[in-house]
T-cell receptor, first 114, second 112 residues
Framework: KAGVTQTPRYLIKTRGQQVTLSCSPI?????VSWYQQTPGQGLQFLFE???????NKGNFPGRFSGRQFSNSRSEMNVSTLELGDSALYLC?????????????FGSGTRLTVV | QKEVEQNSGPLSVPEGAIASLNCTYS??????FFWYRQYSGKSPELIMF????GDKEDGRFTAQLNKASQYVSLLIRDSQPSDSATYLC????????????FGTGTRLQVTL
């Protein structure tokens, strides 16, 4: 069965712009989480959505937002991009009630802000 | 103090040896503990998880948890070159089972 699909794979944006990243979870999975990975900070939790509701949120500024659609696909938006937002953004999905046991990560979107 | 700490490495072990990867965490309320493997340029994949004090074995991998000392470790027996990767320790706290807090990872190199 298809895995977690993230689009686009690579993205280059200019400081001040905004960006939208997309994540299609494994079919039947209702929980989608987003993580930011940088060399200095490692993997950091952004937020988690379950059945279109944000269930958990990490410690990121309000410029980072997300949403989940009725088909469980999720989008993440970053507004007013800063150089420090350059990172690998990973999405993970889980079936059932969620929880890291069943999480499968996508291949990620590598965002470069110039 | 970081919530989850790991030695960044690289940890170099010869093929066939035991690799020992360690992780400490600061929150005594941490409930679940995970080890992920991440190859360069790839996304993390779950190797093992552990909830209770003691050892949990799965093939060549053994996870060890000591909640009193707030550390969790991963042993890899009969290390293979294909085990060369970054190993990420992650924990969850009570009430936030879907939020993983990761360490920055230990890079393991298995040499021939």
């Amino acid at each position: 069965k298809a895995g977690v699909t993230q689009t686009p794979r690579y993205l280059i944006k200019t400081r001040g712009q905004q960006v939208t990243l997309s994540c299609s979870p494994i079919s039947g999975h209702r929980s989608v989480s987003w993580y930011q990975q940088t060399p200095g900070q490692g993997l950091q939790f952004l937020f988690e959505y379950f059945s279109e509701t944000q269930r958990n949120k990490g410690n990121f500024p309000g410029r980072f937002s997300g949403r989940q659609f009725s088909n469980s696909r999720s989008e993440m938006n970053v507004s007013t991009l800063e150089l420090g937002d350059s990172a690998l953004y990973l999405c993970a999905s889980s079936g059932g009630i969620g929880g890291p046991i069943g999480y499968t990560f996508g291949s990620g979107t590598r965002l470069t802000v110039v | 103090q970081k919530e989850v700490e790991q030695n960044s490495g690289p940890l170099s072990v010869p093929e066939g040896a035991i690799a020992s990867l360690n992780c400490t965490y600061s929150d005594r309320g941490s409930q679940s503990f995970f080890w992920y493997r991440q190859y360069s340029g790839k996304s993390p994949e779950l190797i093992m998880f552990i909830y209770s004090n003691g050892d949990k074995e799965d093939g060549r991998f053994t996870a060890q948890l000591n909640k009193a000392s707030q550390y969790v470790s991963l042993l890899i027996r009969d290390s293979q070159p294909s085990d060369s990767a970054t190993y990420l320790c992650a924990v969850t706290q009570a009430g936030t089972a879907s939020k993983l807090t990761f360490g920055t990872g230990t890079r393991l190199q298995v040499t021939l």
